[in-house]
């Protein structure tokens, strides 16, 4: 399929690399693709950043039948972009689509007009230290029609925004907020894929957490309320007594990426690393017993998140003294290392980015 593309000829300014924030600020071009069951996915194109015209009724707008990936563009010091681990995502997004009825894309390809975005766009890239292109693939239904079903016509689409630090505090423990009457999916659920619906499930929470000075949720299991499933938006790791547990992908946990990626490391560095499941209370006796070491969250945007408190009911533990622990740190420079080009490669993440 030849992807078709049409230039914008009003660029816009481009900002300043040392201030960029998270998600506000998107390139000049995108790809749009369309679906419909007569032609499958069609129309591949790239095109002038522009708004998307909808009917009132588009069905995602009232049933949420919308899945999306994240991931990043990274510029060396020699100005090359990588991207990490694309194919992974891609992978996942088929996967999201499954679970949503959505048909499948075509993950190869899909990675190659995301290359072909990305020649068009690479001055985009940011250089300043700790920065990236972060790229948002999205799909969403597309019918005019109001009542439950799966739509018939779907666009994809590509976007791109610059992004500097995701927490504005940078790389510096996060307090989180254990929340008992709100949970973020149940096993059987869409838990485990990128769907908006989970985001919207999870503000309630946040919002709580946030009135009481706490920066992200810790979410607990759907069922018993105990079990740690993950914090935020991102995946949740503990060190005790020098070994690293994560809770097991039961289903109602998104398989991050990162969180792969810092298995993977564990391994390859012959550290103890356990995926299990991992009650609140466990964790409250570790603390107590002085063997909780570490926290940390794990995801694309922050990459690494230190965790310097939890509060739970009336508890309140404090992590390593409220500082950025050694785990933490050893799995945030050697991921960011490799991302950037300044660490070789030796699992294979990259893919750099030649047409
Ligand atoms: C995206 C996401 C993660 C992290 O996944 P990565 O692939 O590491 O970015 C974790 N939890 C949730 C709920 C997510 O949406």
């Not at 070994?243 to 012959?270: Q, Y």
Request: charged residues 25%; aromatic residues 10%; glycine residues 8%.
């Amino acid at each position: 399929m030849q992807i078709t593309i049409t230039k914008s000829d009003k660029l816009k300014q481009r900002p300043d690399d040392s201030n960029l924030g998270f998600g506000s600020i998107f390139t000049d071009h995108m790809f749009n693709m369309d679906y419909n069951p007569e032609e499958g996915w069609h129309n591949p194109r790239i095109e002038p950043y522009s708004n998307i015209i909808m009917d009132p009724a588009t069905m995602v707008l009232h049933y949420g039948q919308s899945i999306f990936e994240g991931l990043k563009a990274f510029k060396t010091n020699s100005g090359i972009i990588r991207l990490f681990r694309p194919t992974d995502n891609f992978k996942r997004l088929n996967i999201s689509a499954r679970a949503l009825c959505i048909p499948k894309v075509d993950e190869d390809f899909i990675c190659f007009a995301l290359k072909q975005l990305l020649n068009i766009e690479k001055d985009w890239v940011p250089n300043a230290k700790e920065t990236s292109l972060y790229i948002r693939p999205t799909i969403i239904a597309m019918d005019p029609f109001l009542g439950v079903r799966a739509s018939n016509t779907y666009r994809l689409f590509i976007i791109l925004s610059p992004v500097g630090a995701y927490y504005k505090e940078g790389f510096n423990p996060i307090k989180i907020w254990v929340t008992k009457n709100h949970v973020r999916a149940v096993n059987g659920g869409l838990g485990n894929v990128k769907t908006a619906g989970n985001y919207a499930a999870s503000l309630y929470a946040g919002e709580e957490a946030r009135k009481n000075g706490y920066t992200q949720v810790l979410w607990l299991d759907g069922i018993e309320h105990k079990y740690v499933e993950e914090v935020g938006s991102m995946n949740i790791f503990f060190v005790i007594d020098d070994e690293i547990i994560t809770p097991g992908l039961s289903g109602s946990i998104l398989p991050g990426i990162t969180r792969d990626s810092v298995i993977s490391l564990a391994k390859m560095w012959d550290l103890k690393i356990t995926e299990r499941k991992i009650g609140i209370d466990e964790l409250v006796d570790a603390h107590e017993s002085g063997k909780l070491q570490d926290i940390f969250g794990s995801g694309t945007a922050a990459v690494i998140s230190p965790v310097g408190e939890i509060k739970y009911g009336k508890k309140v533990l404090t992590i390593n003294n409220g500082k950025v622990g050694t785990m933490a740190d050893k799995f945030y420079k050697a991921i960011t290392d490799i991302q950037y080009g300044r660490a070789e490669d030796p699992l294979g993440w990259i893919e750099e980015v030649i047409i």
